[in-house]
């Protein structure tokens, strides 16, 4: 199982990034939650919620509804600058329900 995860750059604050990861496999599996978790410099990895204080109303976080997960951040803050990480867990016939880590893609926001 792979997770390719892309859309990562340097922008502006006050710029918009889209991220996006899709899982695949060389035989069938099926995808199970999928998440976003962020690693700033020097900081431990975070889950990426889009509910809490500090991405509130500025990232939002949906699925394909098969295996594509999305990160769509407006207005974006220094802060958020980080190393941003797909997660997944993904059932395999061979493997059972395993939890899988893209590659990250890194964010810069900075002027």
């Known amino acids: 199982v792979q997770l390719q995860a892309s859309g990562g750059g340097l922008v502006q604050p006050g710029g918009s990034l889209k991220l996006s990861c899709t899982a695949s496999?060389?035989?069938?599996?099926?995808?199970?939650?999928m998440r976003w978790y962020r690693q700033a410099p020097g900081e431990q990895r975070e889950l990426v919620d889009g509910?809490?204080?500090?991405?509130r109303e500025r990232f939002t976080i949906w699925r394909d509804g098969k295996n594509t997960l999305f990160l769509q951040m407006r207005n974006l803050k220094p802060e958020d600058t980080a190393v941003y990480y797909c997660?997944?867990?993904?059932?395999?016939?061979?493997?059972?329900?395993?939890?899988?880590w893209g590659q990250g893609t890194q964010v810069t926001v900075s002027s």
């Open positions: 997660n997944a867990n993904v059932w395999t016939p061979t493997e059972g329900s395993v939890d899988y």
């Open positions: 496999a060389g035989s069938w599996f099926v995808t199970n939650v």
């Open positions: 509910d809490s204080v500090n991405v």
